[in-house]
């Protein structure tokens, strides 16, 4: 006599999720268990898990030959989640358990010998897409409870041991249900006016705030090219619904979620060390790749400390997800695409032995052109916004006033942006840097003598095309900050100012 149940999970590849079925079958033949559909070497050895977990929660295992199938089939399938899922779908083929609730329900959770529900990692993208193939119900480790109950039009339910999936399956006792979600507070920021002086490279920073730009700061230790940097995330406007969604879920993958507070509402802000590896950077990994750095920096800023010591391999691996906002990994499993887009914000000292001051640089011309040309030109070709600061003269800002705060430079950030939202609503784009160049030159088109300075900057190899959509993006951030309704020719010359090489 055979014995065939079903249940449901789901399997992400990359942060999208693709629903899977487990079929336990009871087969004649000596005991034993078979797991098909591409496991990897943590999912093989989910038959073991899951025996001793039925065994020590006192439900019955079968003395049969088991046949337990993933589908679909040629899906690669990682990791743990799929221990209850397989669990579940045993006793069903066994008739420990009814089988009428896992009709429309997907189960997610890695089983402890002794039968515990341990936490997963990917839990928001997994409900996101059962949700979207039309389930109705979700069975999820109960530290898992809060990241799960940001997903509405899913009926939740916790499970602290496998025996409380099983009394639910049998209406016997009810799941934990996620508890209602209170606001947050809002983050604490670091403030703008703690930055002394540096009134250049704060406009440019608030320049890239408003139109979301990448930027470099040049200077020598010690001037604030760091601190500005991690003011930037202060300066953005709070992330959508979606995007908090689409972010957290990144962060999900990754298992960086706080369980008291999973949902990310502002604007991430990532630093990794220039001694990080490409992998590290833009995700990699054996099967099937990981996210790396500059996609959990995706809606938020990527901050890369020290640029010339990254080396040139790291740093032109960016380049892809600068100009189209995503990065493709290709590996033995599959490939994946995860988002980035973000801004990128570089920091550099402009030789080796960076002196307090330049006038005490002890470094010979060539050595440097050789550092700083660790920077190629493609990459910064990319790179909208470049000031060259100086070392601090004064502790106190000239005039006795104080620095803006940056409530007050967010207020016009904030003006900016929904002046840019409200002029490219009908084409999806946000904010300024994200706007074609074709869109800016026929549709946007500025006239002959706004554009002139621009045109004699083509012509004489100053800028390259590429440059000169750039400098247009640039352009419209200044008027909106500005609050006219078009360009001007004094914008476009600030634009072109702000991407001189001999800032470089």
């Known amino acids: 006599m055979s014995g065939l149940a079903r249940a449901w999970s789901v399997a ?44 020590n929660s006192r439900q019955p295992w079968p003395d049969r030959q088991i046949t337990i199938g993933l589908s679909p ?3 690669p399938k990682m990791g743990s989640g799929y221990d209850l899922g397989i669990a579940v779908a045993v006793l069903a083929a066994v008739g420990a358990v009814p089988a009428t609730k896992l009709r429309g329900a997907v189960l997610l959770g890695e089983l402890a010998l002794d039968g515990r529900v341990r936490p997963v990692r990917g839990v928001l993208p997994a409900l996101l897409a059962a949700r979207k193939a039309g389930m109705t119900h979700a069975v999820v480790p109960v530290e898992s409870l809060v990241e799960a109950g940001l997903v509405d039009g899913l009926e939740i339910g916790g499970a602290a041991q496998l025996g409380d999936v099983v009394g639910w399956l049998r209406d016997e006792l009810a799941l934990s249900r996620p508890e209602p979600r209170s606001p947050a507070a809002d983050p604490v920021v670091p403030d703008l006016a703690d930055v002394v002086g540096q009134p250049e490279a704060r406009w440019a920073l608030e320049v890239a705030a408003a139109g979301g730009h990448h930027l470099l700061f040049i200077g020598p230790p010690g001037v604030g090219k760091t601190m500005l940097a991690r003011r930037l995330p202060g300066l953005l406007p709070p992330l959508s619904p979606e995007e908090s969604l689409e972010v957290t879920a990144v962060h999900s993958v990754r298992g960086l979620l706080s369980p008291s507070e999973p ?23 054996t099967g099937l790749a990981v996210p790396g750095a500059v996609t959990q920096a995706h809606r938020g800023v990527l901050f890369l400390d020290e640029a010339c010591e990254f080396g040139p391999e790291r740093l032109e691996s960016l380049r892809t997800a600068l100009e189209e906002g995503e990065i493709r990994i290709a590996r033995q499993r599959g490939t994946v695409c995860y988002p980035a887009r973000f801004q990128l914000v570089l920091a550099t000292n402009p030789c080796p032995c960076a002196p307090a001051r330049e006038a005490d640089c002890s470094c010979p011309p060539a050595a440097r052109r050789r550092y700083l040309g660790r920077l190629s030109g493609p990459l910064l070709d990319r790179v909208d916004l470049r000031v060259r600061m100086r070392p601090v003269t004064a ?69 390259t095309a590429r440059g000169a959509d750039r400098c247009l993006r640039i352009a419209w951030t200044l008027s909106d900050l500005a609050g006219v309704d078009r360009p001007e020719d004094e914008h476009v010359a600030a634009a072109l100012e702000f991407r001189d090489r001999r800032a470089v």
Do not use: Q
């Not at 000596?30 to 989910?46: C, Q, S, V």
């Not at 990310?264 to 990699?284: D, K, N, Y």
């Open 12 to 55: 992400l590849l990359g942060i999208e999720g693709r629903l899977v079925e487990i079929e336990a079958d009871l087969g004649a033949g000596l005991p034993g268990t078979k797991l098909l559909g591409l496991p990897d070497a943590g999912l093989r050895e989910a038959k073991d898990r899951v025996r001793a977990a039925v065994r």
């Open 73 to 75: 089939a040629n899906l």
């Open 263 to 285: 949902l990310i509402r502002t604007p991430p802000f990532v630093a990794p060390h220039h001694s990080v590896s490409v992998a590290a950077l833009v995700g990699g990994g």
């Open 395 to 463: 502790m106190n800002v000239a005039g006795g006033g104080t620095p803006e705060p940056t409530e007050v430079v967010r207020t016009r950030v904030l003006r900016a942006r929904e002046r840019a939202e409200r002029r490219w609503a009908g084409h999806g784009w946000r904010s300024n840097a994200e706007v074609p160049g074709p869109a800016l030159r026929r549709e946007y088109r500025l006239s002959p003598g706004v554009t002139a300075l621009l045109d004699r900057g083509l012509r004489c190899g100053a800028v």
